[in-house]
């Protein structure tokens, strides 16, 4: 099986992640040419871009202008460290052992506006480029357009080593967009996470964004041979609910009866 996840807007470059061997990333070229066309923009116009303060806007200009695709600079780290947020807080990969991290090598790619497909391990650079941005680069409109079936196809291409070629979506909406179901070589299954509030079970962002880091985490942990063993995932009061679920989407509760 193969999870996805979303990236984060926080990031951390200041802690020191444990050591572990490095790969590179599938779509650096792809990254340099979007670092040329962002840097096109000065800190007012990547302020209106993206929706930044002016503080987050000259932060970014200054990220894009001082980018490179060496990856040997102080200024690097693995992807799966470099994030944080409400999915990483969850996925707390500070605490996995070397046996998780070999295991999400393997079985988790990091959706990213910039890199398009990331393993855990891919260096990466500070950046901030969300799927949704409506960037033209050069004859493609936006991101997704920029994309096109790339991250499709790099998918399939994992899923070709897997023994159960399964897609377990725990990525948003906003970057499994980037993502073309028809065309995936194998099963597609979104777990869905719903917490018990005034008589119904309901999707809280901050709780459901947590919820996806945990199951990374679990599947990381116990390393399920099957994506039905999936359904086991238990931590943090979650239920697997068979009645609100179907084949396509599973449906985790927290709370009520």
Known sequence: MLLLISPAKTLDFDSTPPPHPTTVPDFLDSAATLIGTLRGFDAPGIAQLMSLSPALAALNADRYATWSADLDAAAVRPAIHAFRGDVYQGLAVDTLDPAAIAWAQSHL?????????????????????????????????????????????????????????????????????????????????????????????????????????????????????????????????????????????????????
């Open 109 to 257: 790619r990091i959706l990213s506006g910039l890199y398009g497909l990331l393993r855990p391990l891919d260096l990466i650079r500070p950046y901030r480029l969300e799927m949704g941005t409506r960037l033209r680069i050069g004859e493609h409109r936006h991101l997704y357009d920029f994309w096109g079936g790339r991250i499709t196809t790099a998918i399939n291409q994992c899923l070709a080593d897997q023994a159960d070629p399964v897609v377990v979506n725990l990525a948003s909406d906003e970057y499994f967009g980037a993502v073309q179901p028809s065309a995936l070589a194998g099963r597609l299954v979104t777990p869905v996470f719903r917490e018990y509030r005034d008589g119904s079970y309901r999707f809280i962002s901050m709780f459901g964004k947590r919820a996806r880091g945990l199951m990374t985490r679990w599947a990381s942990t116990t390393r399920p041979a099957r994506v039905e063993e999936l359904k086991s995932f238990d931590l943090e009061g979650y239920r697997y609910d068979p009645e609100q679920s179907d084949e396509a989407r599973w449906m985790f509760v927290r709370g009520g009866g």
